[in-house]
């Protein structure tokens, strides 16, 4: 199944090391466009492994990654 979820690049991660990690979990982005109930926003698609993958490696080796309320988010954006 893929799912497309609101994304926000965290301010203390370079833009390039966040482009590395989703071409590393082959995690499409998209931006919406201004005529969307989200105009400005990022969104981006993959499977419910490859988001977790991401997501907890974007964290960084000290967080601990709430994968079960994680995946309870992600449920929530079911597109395929």
Do not use: C
């Amino acid at each position: 199944m893929i799912y497309e979820i609101p994304f926000a690049y965290p301010s203390d991660t370079p833009v390039t090391e966040v482009f590395n990690l989703l071409k590393k979990f082959s995690i499409g982005i998209n931006a919406q466009a201004s005529w969307s109930p989200h105009p400005g926003e990022f969104f981006i698609e993959g499977t419910m492994e490859n988001l977790i993958e991401f997501h907890r490696e974007l964290d960084g080796p000290a967080q601990s990654f709430p994968v079960d309320e994680f995946k309870e988010y992600v449920r929530n954006y079911k597109l395929v």
